[in-house]
């Protein structure tokens, strides 16, 4: 599992349906949690202090979920999640990736350069206010009136927090709770000076590599630990949560504090069918594509192997995921309950003649949307969603020459991607000195151009444009070999010199950028105003017949922010075969096959006299999480570390459209296991010491 | 479009409905061939003289159509039915593909060593055989005495064909019509000696390449030329059709002469969700990585492109064609429509008690079939069926680790593909002396092993037979750099020496193959017990529930058997645009970039002052073709080709499941721009003059 693309929460399943009582499904929030179920359910009391505690005690990193485990900004996620950081940071002669990392001394700790870490610090209910925005407006009035509110918070809890000594400068990031049916400001403290710590060796975090993804048993040291830095010394976190590293017992009460990215289940069968019949088929088919021509790239020699591995391995995490929803939503009977319960929901609303008078029929209305949507979305993904060109250089290309645009806009009228409260983290990435490599770029690149020219037809108006006279190959090439944008200064100086340096700019991928942009916003524009803005109207009509049903008693979709759920340890029964909750580190050994990705690095071979063979690995929990998840604590019901949630079992990726009680497990890696090795494969006296580890 | 699965026939959607009338759908029998409507909306009169000339005119390839055009042998198909042949001939300094080929006289004529050529000579209707040996069967027993029974009959043809003076031996095949309603032997004349005469170059066969496949305007001189021998001498060939160089007018009657590969039209709901599911998702997800490593080896560098260039067009044209197919099967009105048309045929049943209670419910039985193949699926695809090995020479040791079990059986008890009727055949595929390019055996065997260790999980029990200590790359590597199969004298002796040869060979692959073959069998075994015997039997009854209600004034599924269609030159609306029947050549310059695959070569560059530019290119048409019409000709009333088949347009694609009467149209090659191109640009007197060019 990944921090890429995975998806869950408030199951339109069991949107009319009683609460979940044996399943331990939802995705609350840290506003909402249902502290009394639990106390019914196992007789424990989580309170607001417990609450408080364990969500001062969770970091937001980018993409993933992680936890200070010390008072000085010691930071525990999982080894997937600072794979980035690892590639960065490595050379053709020192990777770390594959040799692991451990900093001898703080001193020795090395700079993420695009990392950031956010704590959850305040939530305030915006929604009233984002309602009166947009009462009484068309759907696209509607749509660019909650822009600008949603801007216009955000931009005022930044400045206000500035002169606040009390909390001092907060990121400030509004949310959209019940697809529409609640606006939350969330208020973060955020560290953007992290530094790796402790990586483990790939082979033993990844063991098992792709074919092992979303399995179940495994055997994978997934965890990776960082450090918060402040003022150039590490943070001060006394809200840190300890590790119990005896690990958890089975059928124990365990909760996950993090920040599931994206669930899909409040959707419509509209939107889903626009999911199984457009969006995920075509995705799918490109990215098959790329990961060959990934693979085959990096089989040419150790070099490529190591500049294209981080790349693959988000690329076939998230084919992996894509292609189980794909899977689901082919499966007609999820789709049967799906329309099932949309049907209930709709006959409530037609048994209530003043909700029914007031909503009308959004749904409809989201049916209208998606056929518009079908209509433009090979354009979309192609010229404004980047599919058609891709790749680093390109990406930040195209981010210059629109932010130019932008940023001499006020702040509410802009993009929302490119408001004031957004500009601190682009200039922090424009501004890292990370490794560009050619290659890799020209690879994306040529693709992109020539998948484009295939799906949109060599006769489009855009491949015409771009392709003329050139092949795509040809074209790649000259502007990946011909542009300064891989130097961070060049990026910087553009960015700061605005609309006049980008339009003065003979940089060919500018030149690239700029030739695409029209046809990019006009296509921008159609989606905000035939598609997005219809949907987001009808989907707050929909999120009021919900409340009005069932109140708060359900769960939002996940949307990448801090959630908390629980669940216990156990495995389940796949097709009559009972799995079991743990894994023994004995059995790694047994299964290694001494060939990548079933190798066992040579830390753990010259330790392996020592090790105690019956040392729990990897469990099973029946929490419901989903990507984002990643890196995230498994809490026990004392507020310990117990484990490290690192990936789902096959069975949890339908967790987009719906939970499934039976066979959707969560995958961490045991606190047992990690004692084991920092104590006797890295001897990481100091390390382990800081995490708590007598 | 290419020889490699399509598919198409008797539309499900119009099954209860009227015959085609205004729509000119179907591909009918030689022995069923619906003269009277012909004459009755045309006004012509199509007799069995005129059938009997224009069918002892057309050829089989190895999965493509063409026609005899000269009273020696010449035979007229497409640049891409023989590019195998170019690709087989071509050297590092000798690219037949790119630069095209002409015999300067026959002696240069150059052997095509897999090519054959078929002319269907007898048809002869065995319903009433096969269903005496069926009848009142288990449906396993039933479906082994019906392959005995096929197996036992064209047995005794070929034998009786050897004594028989007038026909000489023939090659003699059943078939089965109306899944099951009807059974044929058809008898062939075979000539297995084909000498390459003509291509031209790719760039203008093939101009547009992948992008423009299956789009229509198109200016592709999309034509290659064999020539039939027998006995070292070129064939007489008196039956040949004639070439008419001026071209069908727009809205003419053309008929097409030809083998249709394959259609599912006649397909229960459940089969063909099964394909939307499961078949055609995990098949492209998997050819679309394929056709990313091909594509990146080909980049690597001129030779790598070159070799890999034959593969990779036929990989990227079946891509193009299953993509529209499950677009076809994705959309709910095609599903719904032919949902409402079972349930018709169903009714119509019910309606009928005899019936009824003759048959039962064969829909039933194969629903229950479907269940049991989409849980052998994977296994039987990567095992048995070879996407976990693949590759020519992983191939050549399955086949020749199996062919030595199967031909120590009675020829009657064997595996159909390994009859005495079918040895000659792999005979002369085995003497074949073939280039092989270990780099690609390695990138296929790689990948399929990759791939199944991915899909059936690293803990499937063949994946650690095969995988227990080498990855994937090792073992390919290995396997390909050790074997000696790529020589034809080891491959025969491997062959002639039977199954001692085969238990004694060392070979790296044949170990392999060994190894792989027990699981091999258990999974065809349970196929063709669980799935297909069931499912063939219940298609017959289906076959009898539909002839009750339409006897044949509907036509069978294609089955890459000789069918006749016809249709008239015309364009059709796409979104409201109208597209028209003709290209013509001026736009082939205009529309080059200099950049392939929109690049013109260097000999039309060079006669372009002297070529008229009005000269039609190619057109469209609204015959009902599929996949294996590749290289039939497009024939007027009179009996003349007047346009050469190559393509059908994007949304003849659907036409595998049904007939869009509206959007369907066929591409072809006219032959007006044949002429000018045989005068001006190639200056190919003598194969002008033979083509009967004046």
Same mark, same amino acid.
């Given at each position: 599992?990944?921090?890429?693309?995975?998806?869950?929460? @408030?199951?339109?399943?069991?949107?009319?349906?009683?609460?979940?009582?044996?399943?331990?499904?939802?995705?609350?929030?840290?506003?909402?949690?249902?502290?009394?179920?639990?106390?019914?359910?196992?007789?424990?009391?989580?309170?607001?202090?417990?609450?408080?505690?364990?969500?001062?005690?969770?970091?937001?990193? !980018?993409? @993933?979920?992680?936890?200070?485990?010390?008072?000085?900004?010691?930071?525990?996620?999982?080894?997937?999640?600072?794979?980035?950081?690892?590639?960065?940071?490595?050379?053709?002669?020192?990777?770390? %990736?594959?040799?692991?990392?451990?900093?001898?001394?703080?001193?020795?700790?090395?700079?993420?350069?695009?990392?950031?870490?956010?704590?959850?610090?305040?939530?305030?209910?915006?929604?009233?206010?984002?309602?009166?925005?947009?009462?009484?407006?068309?759907?696209?009035?509607?749509?660019?009136? /909650?822009?600008?509110?949603?801007?216009?918070?955000?931009?005022?809890?930044?400045?206000?927090?500035?002169?606040?000594?009390?909390?001092?400068?907060?990121? @400030?990031?509004?949310?959209?709770?019940?697809?529409?049916?609640?606006?939350?400001?969330?208020?973060?403290?955020?560290?953007?000076?992290?530094?790796?710590?402790?990586?483990?060796? /790939?082979?033993?975090?990844?063991?098992?590599?792709?074919?092992?993804?979303? #399995?179940?048993?495994?055997? @994978?040291?997934?965890?990776?630990?960082?450090?918060?830095?402040?003022?150039?010394?590490?943070?001060?976190?006394?809200?840190?949560?300890?590790?119990?590293?005896?690990?958890?017992?089975?059928?124990?009460?365990?909760?996950? $504090?993090?920040?599931?990215?994206?669930?899909?289940?409040?959707?419509?069968?509209?939107?889903?069918?626009?999911?199984?019949?457009?969006? &995920?088929? +075509?995705?799918?088919?490109?990215?098959?594509?790329?990961?060959?021509?990934? *693979?085959?790239?990096?089989?040419?020699?150790?070099?490529?192997?190591?500049?294209?591995?981080?790349?693959?391995?988000?690329?076939?995490?998230?084919?992996?995921? +894509?292609?189980?929803?794909?899977?689901?939503?082919?499966?007609?009977?999820?789709?049967?309950?799906?329309?099932?319960?949309?049907?209930?929901?709709?006959?409530?609303?037609?048994?209530?003649?003043?909700?029914?008078?007031?909503?009308?029929?959004?749904?409809?209305?989201?049916?209208?949307?998606?056929?518009?949507?079908?209509?433009?979305?090979?354009?979309?993904?192609?010229?404004?969603?980047?599919?058609?060109?891709?790749?680093?250089?390109?990406?930040?290309?195209?981010?210059?020459?629109?932010?130019?645009?932008?940023? =001499?806009?006020?702040?509410?009228?802009?993009?929302?991607?490119?408001?004031?409260?957004?500009?601190? +983290?682009?200039?922090?990435?424009?501004? !890292?000195?990370?490794?560009?490599?050619?290659?890799?770029?020209?690879?994306?690149?040529?693709?992109?151009?020539?998948?484009?020219?295939?799906?949109?037809?060599?006769?489009?108006?855009?491949?015409?444009?771009?392709?003329?006279?050139?092949?795509?190959?040809?074209?790649? #090439?000259?502007?990946?070999?011909?542009?300064?944008?891989?130097?961070?200064?060049?990026?910087?100086?553009?960015?700061?010199?605005?609309?006049?340096?980008?339009?003065?700019?003979?940089?060919?991928?500018?030149?690239? =950028?700029?030739?695409?942009?029209?046809?990019?916003? =006009?296509?921008?524009?159609?989606?905000?105003?035939?598609?997005?803005?219809?949907?987001?109207?009808?989907?707050?009509? %929909?999120?009021?017949?919900?409340?009005?049903?069932?109140?708060?008693? *359900?769960?939002?979709?996940?949307?990448?922010?801090? /959630?908390?759920?629980?669940?216990?340890?156990?495995?389940?029964?796949?097709?009559?075969?009972?799995?079991?909750?743990?894994?023994?580190?004995?059995?790694?050994?047994?299964?290694?096959?001494?060939?990548?990705?079933?190798?066992?690095?040579? $830390?753990?071979?010259?330790?392996? !006299?020592? &090790?105690?063979?019956?040392?729990?690995?990897?469990?099973?929990?029946?929490?419901?999480?989903?990507?984002?998840?990643?890196?995230? =604590?498994?809490?026990?019901?004392?507020?310990?570390?117990?484990?490290?949630?690192?990936?789902?079992?096959?069975?949890?990726?339908?967790? !987009?459209?719906?939970?499934?009680?039976?066979?959707?497990?969560?995958?961490?890696?045991?606190?047992?296991?990690?004692?084991?090795?920092?104590?006797? *494969?890295?001897?990481?006296?100091?390390?382990?010491?800081?995490?708590?580890?007598?």
């Amino acid at each position: 599992m990944q921090k890429i693309f995975l998806a869950i929460a @408030c199951g339109a399943l069991s949107v009319l349906a009683s609460l979940p009582a044996s399943a331990d499904e939802g995705m609350w929030t840290y506003h909402d949690f249902p502290s009394q179920a639990v106390a019914e359910k196992f007789g424990v009391r989580i309170d607001q202090t417990w609450l408080d505690r364990v969500r001062l005690g969770t970091v937001r990193l !980018a993409g @993933c979920t992680a936890s200070f485990v010390s008072p000085n900004g010691l930071i525990l996620t999982n080894h997937h999640c600072i794979e980035s950081c690892l590639a960065e940071l490595s050379t053709q002669t020192d990777d770390l %990736i594959a040799a692991g990392f451990l900093a001898s001394d703080r001193g020795k700790e090395r700079r993420c350069e695009t990392q950031i870490a956010d704590v959850l610090v305040g939530m305030v209910n915006i929604t009233s206010q984002v309602d009166a925005a947009v009462t009484g407006k068309s759907s696209q009035d509607a749509n660019d009136a /909650r822009k600008q509110t949603l801007t216009q918070i955000e931009q005022s809890c930044e400045t206000n927090s500035q002169k606040d000594r009390k909390t001092g400068p907060l990121k @400030c990031q509004t949310v959209n709770l019940y697809n529409g049916g609640q606006y939350w400001l969330y208020q973060y403290k955020r560290y953007t000076d992290i530094r790796l710590v402790f990586a483990p060796e /790939r082979d033993i975090a990844a063991f098992g590599g792709d074919p092992d993804n979303f #399995q179940f048993p495994r055997w @994978c040291l997934d965890m990776g630990v960082l450090r918060a830095y402040e003022n150039g010394k590490p943070a001060k976190t006394p809200n840190h949560l300890s590790i119990n590293f005896d690990g958890p017992a089975a059928n124990e009460l365990v909760f996950v $504090s993090g920040h599931p990215g994206s669930t899909d289940r409040l959707l419509t069968v509209a939107q889903l069918e626009t999911q199984r019949d457009v969006e &995920l088929p +075509r995705w799918l088919l490109r990215a098959a594509e790329l990961r060959g021509r990934y *693979v085959q790239y990096g089989k040419g020699n150790a070099e490529a192997a190591r500049t294209v591995e981080d790349q693959l391995n988000g690329l076939e995490n998230s084919i992996k995921v +894509r292609r189980r929803q794909l899977d689901a939503l082919l499966d007609d009977e999820l789709l049967a309950s799906k329309r099932a319960a949309e049907q209930a929901l709709r006959d409530a609303v037609a048994a209530d003649p003043q909700l029914s008078q007031s909503i009308g029929d959004p749904w409809a209305e989201i049916e209208t949307a998606q056929s518009a949507y079908r209509a433009m979305h090979l354009p979309l993904t192609f010229i404004e969603n980047g599919a058609g060109w891709g790749g680093r250089l390109a990406g930040i290309a195209r981010l210059l020459v629109r932010a130019a645009d932008e940023r =001499a806009k006020p702040n509410t009228e802009r993009l929302r991607e490119y408001t004031d409260a957004a500009l601190p +983290r682009i200039e922090q990435q424009l501004a !890292a000195a990370l490794p560009v490599y050619p290659e890799i770029e020209i690879i994306r690149l040529t693709f992109g151009l020539e998948r484009m020219r295939e799906w949109l037809g060599p006769d489009h108006e855009i491949v015409r444009k771009l392709l003329s006279k050139e092949s795509p190959d040809e074209l790649a #090439q000259r502007l990946v070999n011909g542009t300064k944008l891989g130097d961070p200064e060049t990026r910087l100086a553009l960015w700061n010199g605005g609309k006049a340096a980008i339009t003065s700019a003979d940089d060919p991928l500018i030149e690239f =950028a700029r030739a695409v942009e029209p046809a990019a916003r =006009a296509l921008r524009q159609r989606y905000e105003d035939e598609v997005e803005a219809p949907v987001e109207a009808a989907s707050e009509k %929909i999120a009021r017949a919900r409340f009005a049903s069932l109140g708060t008693s *359900v769960y939002p979709d996940a949307t990448f922010t801090l /959630r908390l759920n629980y669940g216990t340890v156990q495995g389940w029964s796949e097709n009559g075969v009972a799995v079991e909750p743990f894994t023994q580190l004995s059995r790694l050994f047994e299964r290694a096959t001494g060939a990548e990705p079933f190798k066992v690095p040579a $830390s753990w071979e010259r330790a392996k !006299a020592t &090790l105690d063979m019956s040392t729990r690995f990897n469990l099973a929990t029946n929490n419901d999480i989903v990507g984002g998840n990643s890196g995230s =604590a498994l809490i026990n019901a004392k507020g310990e570390v117990v484990g490290l949630i690192f990936d789902g079992n096959i069975n949890s990726i339908s967790g !987009a459209y719906w939970f499934d009680t039976e066979l959707n497990r969560a995958v961490a890696v045991d606190t047992t296991i990690i004692r084991e090795a920092l104590r006797k *494969v890295y001897d990481a006296k100091a390390l382990a010491t800081e995490m708590g580890l007598r």
